[in-house]
């Protein structure tokens, strides 16, 4: 019997396969549920879900702020900035008291919040959830994107079905911006646990967390799928069935920080790897039959993809943020009321 009631949701490496399958079974019954046009039991009912966000959002605020409308609850949007806590507020001083107001607190912070700076981000929510005793769920830091993980694992099982032995490839992508690294890291994390035979692929100078890599590898042994990296973009992509293309920054701009490694210098190393742009013929020539193109969006178009393979008929993004609200919808039920929405 799976209990995630009360569980914080930092990565999806801190819930075991068990307890990831059941919100994921949770999740696809919402989905049925609001697309035949009915609304699942209001199992938040009079709760609150304060969403502290110190990074700007498109998808995952939208998706948690409906989500918690649809289960009844209230989703109160913080925006940092409108706070005292850019003023130096202590981190634990917000926990608690928020804790007291809120049934559940999701906490976003990544990328310029943090400089870039790699850890500062997990950091913060690791204090969140030390310090409140109801729910913490990471709505993205700069190391973890746990319901963006969960959520990509449904659209691709969807999508595959059975997807032990089904090469995935995670790879770096050209960019006109450095971006951080915990989509990618929660994937590699994920499909490693469910099987995959994961494929990284990146330039020279782009690796990701070492431990993550440790992770990744031990998850790997244990489901019986393979990881592995390579340094060049078409390898990567050679018999793949699924694709994920996307930039992150470099491990030196992410140790020192944006602003003493300066963001143009960073920019500029990019130039090098104009070509690692997925298009609809690496697609048709590289992949496997069937492939499919996912993203978390926002995809940076004509940069990490083209248009023309991003809107083409192998791509699933937009399947993909669906699922991806589904998710969110199916771990707030799950870890604040003990009650099954569907
Ligand atoms: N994929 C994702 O987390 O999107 P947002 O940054 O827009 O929330």
Known sequence: MVDLYGR??????????EELEYTMEVARKLRETVKRGDRPKPVLDRRNFFMVFYAPSTRTRGAFEAATAILGGHPAFIDVSTTRIKAGEAVKDVAAMYDSYADGIG????DKAIDFV?????????????????????????????????????????????VKGKKYTITWAYSNQPRGRC?????????????????LAHPEGFDLDPQII???????????????????FEEGLKDANVVFPR????????????????????????QRYKHWCLDQHHVNDLMAKPAYVTHVLPVLRGYEATDAVMDGPNSA??????????????????TMS?????
């Open 107 to 110: 906490v976003r912070i990544l």
């Open 214 to 232: 440790e992770a990744a590898r031990k998850n790997a042994k244990e489901s019986g799928g393979s990881f592995e990296i390579v340094h060049d």
């Open 183 to 199: 989509s990618i890291q929660e994937e590699v994390l994920i499909a490693t646990r469910f099987g995959m035979d994961v494929t």
């Open 118 to 162: 790699y850890g500062e981000g997990h950091r913060v929510i690791r204090e969140f959830a030390d310090t409140a005793k109801v729910p913490v769920i990471n709505m993205a830091c700069c190391t973890y994107h746990p319901t963006q993980g969960l959520g990509d694992m449904i659209t691709i099982q969807d999508l595959l079905g059975d």
């Open 317 to 334: 993004i937009y399947k993909q943020a669906d699922d991806n609200f589904y998710a969110k919808m199916a771990t707030l039920a799950v």
């Open 8 to 17: 914080d949701f930092i990565t999806t490496q801190e819930w075991t396969i």
């Open 247 to 270: 930039n992150w920054a470099s491990s030196e701009f992410l140790r020192v920080g944006a602003s003493k490694f300066g963001v143009e210098r960073e920019v500029q190393t990019y």
């Open 338 to 342: 003990k009650e099954l929405p569907v």
